[in-house]
């Protein structure tokens, strides 16, 4: 199985800036797909974004320009830097990779964090 800690959410005014990270461990072969979701009270989860092994990227439109998404894959760690943010952007963030587990048995799955909360309020 793959474990993901994330790290780096908190308390910040708008305007400010936070850098989430994730990190994988595990009987991990390789780590396709990373994407940072995120999960506000009383709505449903939504992308933030997403790097693929080769470093292509995606992002919500409500993040573009001023999110960015960037991963270590010697660490297998994924992090969002995110600037300007919002009281809108407040939310508890997940991340999620999908990875090629090695265990005796080979095969791909996709894993969950727990979560890290960010609040974006004066």
């Known amino acids: 199985q793959v474990q993901l800690v994330e790290s780096g959410g908190g308390l910040v005014q708008p305007g400010g800036s936070l850098r989430l990270s994730c990190a994988a461990s595990g009987r991990i072969f390789s780590i396709n797909r990373m994407d940072w979701y995120r999960q506000a009270a009383g709505k449903e989860r939504e992308l933030v974004a997403a790097?693929?092994?080769?470093?292509?990227?995606n992002y919500a439109d409500s993040v573009k320009g001023r999110f960015t998404i960037s991963r270590d894959n010697a660490k297998n760690t994924v992090y969002l830097q995110m600037n300007s943010l919002k009281p809108e952007d407040t939310a508890v963030y997940y991340c999620?990779?999908?990875?090629?587990?090695?265990?005796?048995?080979?095969?791909?799955?996709?894993?969950w964090g727990k979560g890290t909360l960010v609040t974006v309020s004066l």
């Open positions: 790097i693929t092994s080769g470093g292509s990227t």
């Open positions: 999620k990779v999908v990875a090629a587990i090695d265990d005796g048995d080979y095969y791909v799955s996709h894993f």
